[in-house]
């Protein structure tokens, strides 16, 4: 298996050194807006993608955290979500109403995956308190309502590979992200 990995990188759109320093500031934000807060916080990481983000990120928080993941699926998505989304993997508890909410997750595209959870979590799991805190966001291509509340980098509407983001299950180990080189999606 060939690991060379820049022949498919076009650029490099985060580098790890960026994301390490976005990540401290991003995790300042998130402990003095929880930092009094009587509620248990809880970091809900969307598998898979959000893996490499949601490990760097909690080590950085320095605030009683727990965490749990779920994994969902978007049927019929090709390049594009469609909203029609399935639980691969739930939350084993059911009444979360005593926490925060931190929703983990590497990218906000379109907002379909996190319109439908958000309320997905305040019908099922008594939610209230719940905010969104992604890696990326890419609002240009954004057909929900929905916004990310703390968010490391907006990026232009690239198709973008690495630190947890696949291309065909693949490139999640890249410790950057990167933009996927044209010839490789289009061939
Ligand atoms: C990606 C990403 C988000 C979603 C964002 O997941 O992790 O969950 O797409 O897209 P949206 O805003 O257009 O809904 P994906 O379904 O690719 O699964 P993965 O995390 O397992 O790669």
Redesign the pocket.
Known sequence: MNLDYENVVDKILCSEEDIKSRIKIVARKIEEYYKDSERKLLLLG?????VVFMADLMKELHLPIEVDFMR???YG?GAV?TGNIVIKAGLERKDLSEYNILIV??????????YWLVDYLKQEHMCENIKICTLLDKPDRREKPISVDFGCFTIPDEFVIGYGL?YNELYRDLPYVGVLKREIYEK
Do not use: A, R, V
């Open positions: 969307i598998l898979k993608g959000s969902l699926s978007s998505k979500s997750e590497d990218i906000l595209d379109t907002g379909n995956t996190l696949d």
